[in-house]
Structures are given as C-alpha cells and as structure tokens.
C-alpha cells in the first residue's frame, strides 16, 4: 500500500508545529499509522517541520 501525501495530511492533521520526524513517527506509532506510513514518515528528508506547508514539500520530494 502506497501512501499519499494528502492522506498523511489528513493523518497529521490537528499536529502542533514545529514537529520534528522522530515526534511524527512517534505520534504515528501511537496512533496506529499503517506501516507504509511510518516508512514515509521516517523517510522524510528534514528532521524538523515548522508548519504543515514545509511537511507538505518534504512529502513531495518522496514522491
């Protein structure tokens, strides 16, 4: 199963920022995220967020 960039922004949605990659992998885990999700997650190039916006073009990159 592939994962979407807009299905991980809804997933993240309600997140406080800055979030960092090791915070969404947590959060993912916590909240049952399906293994392809966390793969993403911890596949993401910066290791921290500021806001949904930069979350969004880090997603991109994996595309």
Do not use: C, H, I
């Not at 800055?18 to 596949?43: F, I």
């Amino acid at each position: 199963m592939t994962v979407t960039g807009a299905q991980l922004q809804e997933y993240v949605a309600g997140l406080d920022y800055p979030v960092s990659r090791e915070d969404l992998v947590r959060w993912g885990q916590e909240n049952g995220a399906s293994t392809a999700m966390l793969q993403m997650l911890k596949a993401l190039p910066a290791e921290e967020f500021g806001s949904p916006a930069e979350l969004t073009e880090s997603l991109n990159t994996l595309a």
